[in-house]
């Protein structure tokens, strides 16, 4: 009984780690075996918010007339976004760049063709039902640059904490699975840890289009899979 106990404890999935809520027992205080397992919690949420970058991309043959060319761009899709009610505090630029553009032929020098200006922001939509007309309305204002809208909770506390409730009692019941097939009972929890961040958010990508009168753009925000990963080890008893 003793080997199937040790061959548990070894083959037990291990967490990540994380901060320790008890210190790990000194085995010499251990009046029986120990069960090192792991459990995770899930819950699914309905997102209430998205963050989508976007952004425009120029070239043209002088590193002056990119830049204008682009700032002009930006700023026209800029606008658009504040007439759909984005403020400032909502549209962050997470990209920004002007680089010589090149030309490589085979066994040829690179070939300077030109410069490439990039602006990219990234927005927060608070309300999801604006997403569909914000692509619409950037993708008219002259943006070419969509790469994708993740979903996400505007508050995720009470969403992981129920997937914390969940992963908790996943673990007892998985412990005192462990000892009634080993033919123990679980006397006590002696360490307990959480390990891993909540599933990420699913990401939508958009291809941008050129501006012209087309359907609306539908968004779906689908549910989020909110997990959380906690592991422990229990005392085992007769």
């Known amino acids: ?16 780690t994380a901060q320790a809520l008890a210190q790990p027992a000194d085995p010499a205080a251990l ?18 918010m998205a963050r989508i970058t976007l ?13 204008q060319a682009n700032a002009q761009q930006i700023n026209q899709v800029l606008a658009a976004l504040r007439g759909l009610g984005a403020t400032d505090r ?14 490589y032929l085979n066994n040829e020098p690179p070939k300077l063709t030109g410069y490439k200006a990039s602006n990219i922001v990234t927005v927060t939509v608070g309300d999801l039902a604006k997403l569909g007309p914000i692509v619409d309305a950037i993708s008219q204002a002259g943006a070419n640059e969509i ?14 904490d129920e997937a914390r409730r969940r992963a908790i009692k ?5 412990a005192a699975l462990y000892a009634e097939a080993t033919g123990y009972r679980v006397s006590r929890l002696i360490t307990l840890r959480e390990g891993g961040e909540p599933g990420p958010a699913p990401s939508l990508q958009i291809a941008a289009v050129a501006a ?12 989020l899979d909110i997990r959380v990963q906690v592991s ?7």
Do not use: C, W
């Open 1 to 16: 009984m003793k080997s199937v106990l040790a061959a548990l404890a070894l083959f037990a999935l291990a967490a990540p």
């Open 31 to 48: 009046h029986g075996p120990m069960l090192d397992i792991s459990a995770y919690g899930e819950i699914k949420a309905a997102p209430d």
């Open 55 to 67: 952004g425009v991309t120029n070239q043209a043959s002088s590193a002056a007339d990119a830049a």
């Open 90 to 103: 909502d549209i962050q630029t997470s990209g920004l760049s002007l680089n010589p553009a090149y030309a």
């Open 147 to 160: 790469n994708g809208i993740v979903f996400t909770l505007k508050d995720p506390q009470a969403a992981e």
């Open 170 to 174: 996943a673990l007892a019941a998985k």
């Open 212 to 223: 012209r009168t087309f359907a609306p753009t539908p968004v779906q925000p689908g549910e």
């Open 232 to 238: 422990g080890a229990y005392e085992l008893a007769k």
